[in-house]
């Protein structure tokens, strides 16, 4: 049992990688933890979908958003409150569809955030529809005859953003998974973590990505490298793609001023306000 664990009944189908990501967080949370990283001070939001039933999994701090907008929440939060580490839960259709411009502008303007993304290429809760990220020639609901479109490719988009640090995890490496986890949260600007993870009622393929997947041992030093490792076909590699250091927006905006921590009492505001009102007459 964990410390995290809620009383929710958990609806994922059997063999879903959604368990393995849920694992793979409560791992982290332990880490962060043991580093001295209190869990009050973890705050989660979510959109709809398969995914967002991790709200319900995991007692921490949060807020449960609309579709496509649990972004723009997660920003709101860490804008107010520099002092939380906030983890953004989205799923492929979630952040990629409805949520692509909060994702491109959160990147550009490096938010202090961690966005991790539930990556099965299917619309799951609504039972199997071509998503931003299925592969072409995928078949269901929406596509019968497969999918004329190639997908969206997230890791590619995000350096080109301005992502500060993008990772790619897979749900069959839980260990793995939990040490990127870690790295995207102590991240200071915005984090990207896609984590290919398998629908088995939809899109099953497990077999094919335990065939590509491949640790990467070492974080490319220039983003033209990152690029090229993130748009490789034969294998897909796994782990910190891109890292650099840079000013988040909120210390651009800031400095290091926080709302919340720094915020004038009551009696503070009515005095100053006095003085101005003073001065006016």
């Known amino acids: 049992m964990s410390v995290l664990d809620t009383n929710a009944e958990n609806t994922w189908c059997p063999g879903c990688g959604n368990f393995a990501i849920l694992n793979a967080v409560k791992k982290?949370?332990?880490?962060?933890?043991?580093?001295?990283?209190?869990?009050?001070?973890?705050?989660?939001?979510?959109?709809?979908?398969?995914?967002?039933?991790?709200?319900?999994?995991?007692?921490?701090?949060?807020?449960?958003?609309?579709?496509?907008?649990?972004?723009?929440?997660?920003?709101?939060?860490?804008?107010?409150?520099?002092?939380l580490k906030v983890i953004d839960f989205g799923g492929d259709g979630d952040t990629f569809g409805e949520g692509l411009e909060h994702i491109v502008f959160a990147a550009k303007?490096?938010?202090?955030?961690?966005?991790?993304?539930?990556?099965?290429?299917?619309?799951?809760?609504?039972?199997?529809?071509t998503a931003p990220t299925s592969e072409r020639?995928?078949?269901?609901?929406?596509?019968?005859?497969?999918?004329?479109?190639?997908?969206?490719?997230?890791?590619?988009?995000?350096l080109e953003a301005g992502a500060s640090f993008v990772a790619r995890g897979f749900a069959g490496h839980v260990e793995h998974l939990a040490d990127l986890i870690v790295q995207?949260?102590?991240?200071?600007?915005?984090?990207?973590?896609?984590?290919?993870?398998?629908?088995?009622?939809?899109?099953?393929?497990?077999?094919?990505?335990?065939e590509k997947i491949e640790i990467i041992d070492a974080t490319?030093?220039?983003?033209?490298?990152a690029l090229a490792m993130a748009k490789r076909e034969d294998k897909i590699p796994i782990g910190v793609i891109w890292r650099e250091e840079k000013a988040p927006f909120l210390r651009s905006a800031y400095g290091n001023w926080n709302p919340v921590a720094d915020a004038q009492s009551k009696q503070e505001r009515r005095e100053r306000l006095g003085s101005v009102i003073e001065k006016d007459d």
């Open 28 to 83: 982290s949370v332990e880490k962060l933890g043991q580093a001295g990283v209190d869990p009050r001070r973890i705050v989660m939001t979510a959109g709809i979908g398969q995914h967002a039933k991790i709200f319900d999994y995991l007692s921490l701090s949060g807020f449960y958003g609309l579709h496509g907008r649990s972004m723009a929440t997660a920003q709101g939060i860490s804008f107010a409150n520099p002092h």
């Open 109 to 129: 303007r490096n938010a202090d955030i961690t966005v991790l993304v539930h990556d099965n290429g299917v619309y799951a809760l609504t039972t199997g529809q």
């Open 137 to 158: 020639g995928f078949v269901g609901p929406s596509t019968p005859r497969g999918s004329a479109e190639d997908p969206l490719r997230p890791i590619p988009l995000m």
């Open 184 to 210: 995207a949260i102590q991240h200071e600007g915005f984090a990207l973590l896609d984590v290919l993870q398998p629908c088995v009622t939809f899109n099953n393929n497990w077999k094919e990505l335990r």
């Open 220 to 225: 490319p030093e220039k983003k033209e490298d």
